[in-house]
């Protein structure tokens, strides 16, 4: 039984990767770097780990995109507790001074999740909005995996 509880776990260890990456990237307060640590830590190949986690969680910032995209108007005139509405503000700064290229941030806990709805709210173009979130993420995680087999002597 140990064994094949083994077995399914490998077997879908990048499927989990992918579904907690994804839902890291959504509003909910999740953490994905743990688990590519981990699968890294047990062999699994530092690319295919950063790939699959990459892949999940641009497709997350996709999905708080479209929330602001599809949502701008509701959210507008409704109430927003304090907390919320002074992440969204930080968002909408670094949008305005920075652009699009603010978008390379939003792996950032706290503000980058606002930054993907702000992104959408403020109808920035889709493309380049995946192309630049995908270089952030992917970038933190390649980071990350890098860290990982310095720190375990596997590099």
């Known amino acids: 039984m140990e064994n094949l509880l083994a077995d399914l776990a ?7 990767l992918f579904l907690t990456a994804f839902l890291a990237a959504t509003l909910l307060p999740l953490g994905s770097e743990w688990l590519l640590a ?5 062999g699994q190949p530092a690319l295919s780990a950063v790939l699959v ?11 708080n995109y479209l929330i602001g995209w599809g949502g701008e108007r509701w959210w ?9 509405l002074a992440r969204l503000e930080r968002a909408q700064t670094l949008m305005g001074r920075y652009g699009g290229w603010a978008l390379l941030f939003s792996w950032l806990p706290v503000v980058g999740d606002p930054l993907c709805v ?3 709210a403020l109808r920035f173009p889709l493309l380049p909005f995946v192309l630049i979130v995908a270089v952030g993420k992917l970038g933190r995680y390649a980071f990350l995996a890098w860290a990982t087999q310095q720190a375990a002597g596997l590099w």
């Not at 981990?38 to 047990?42: A, D, S, T, Y």
């Not at 986690?53 to 996709?62: E, M, P, S």
């Not at 507008?76 to 919320?84: A, D, E, F």
Request: net charge positive; aromatic share 0%.
């Open 53 to 63: 986690a990459g892949a999940g969680n641009t497709l997350g910032a996709a999905t």
């Open 10 to 16: 490998r077997e879908h260890a990048l499927g989990a």
């Open 118 to 120: 702000v992104a959408g």
């Open 38 to 42: 981990l699968l890294i830590l047990q």
């Open 76 to 84: 507008r005139h409704r109430p927003h507790p304090p907390r919320q």
